[in-house]
């Protein structure tokens, strides 16, 4: 089993440009999250999906952010334009529902943006 | 406003002591507390999960606590080891299993 499996491992951009980041969860799994973690801090949820519907994306800057789970299978997440402030550690997530395993994270993607 | 707070200075104990890291939380009612172990430049890794009617709970090494009246989760590592150095992270759900708010985590270092 290769895990919750995320890339880029490391972007670097320059403020305004594009960014994309990509997962692709454990087989099986329907639920799959984003999240966002600073330095020293905790991981935020950005956005959960159950299959490909996005169920709760409350916490999603929509002005800026988009992801997408065609299939429900991978996933991508967008930032544009992309700010200072976005400089972060992306994770993905994956879950099977069944509390007692956890979620699974991927290693994430960290973007830095200058 | 909802905190959920753990202790941002590292701990640091020696080689066969035992660990115990402490996760406080603030306006939350919750029915489950997670434990996870982040190591640098990785993703968290699940280790334990309780539910609020659940007073303790053990895995090998780890045991976990929940007292929902003080508030409070204790994880505890037994007979640590220098392997057993990461950051430590609790996380809460108040309704199921699909959204959990993590606390900011401790830095665990065991030194031999």
């Known amino acids: 089993e290769a895990g919750v499996v995320q890339s880029p491992r490391y972007k670097i951009i320059e403020k305004k440009q594009p960014v994309a980041f990509w997962c692709n969860p454990i087989s099986g799994h329907n639920t799959l999250y984003w999240y966002r973690q600073n330095l020293g801090q905790g991981p935020e949820l950005l956005i959960r999906y159950e299959n490909e519907e996005a169920v709760d994306d409350s916490q999603l800057p929509k002005d800026r952010f988009s992801a997408e789970r065609l299939k429900g299978v991978d996933s991508t997440l967008k930032i544009q334009p992309a700010e200072l402030g976005d400089s972060a550690v992306y994770l993905c997530?994956?879950?099977?529902?069944?509390?007692?395993?956890?979620?699974?994270f991927g290693s994430g993607t960290r973007l830095t943006v200058v | 406003s909802q905190k959920i707070e753990q202790n941002s200075e590292a701990l640091n104990i020696q080689e066969g002591k035992t660990a115990t890291l402490t996760c406080n939380y603030t306006?939350?009612?919750?029915?489950?507390l997670q434990w996870y172990r982040q190591d640098p430049g990785r993703g968290p890794v699940f280790l334990l999960l309780?539910?609020?009617?659940?007073k303790e709970k053990r895995k090998e090494r780890l045991k976990v606590t929940f007292d929902t009246t003080l508030k409070q989760s204790l994880f505890h590592i037994t007979a640590s080891q220098p392997a057993d150095s990461a950051t430590y992270l609790c996380?809460?759900?108040?309704?199921?299993?699909?959204?959990?708010?993590f606390g900011s985590g401790t830095k665990l270092n065991v030194k031999p």
């Open positions: 997530a994956s879950s099977s529902g069944q509390g007692e395993y956890g979620y699974t």
């Open positions: 309780i539910r609020e009617n659940e």
């Open positions: 996380a809460l759900s108040e309704n199921n299993f699909n959204k959990f708010y």
């Open positions: 306006n939350y009612s919750p029915a489950y």
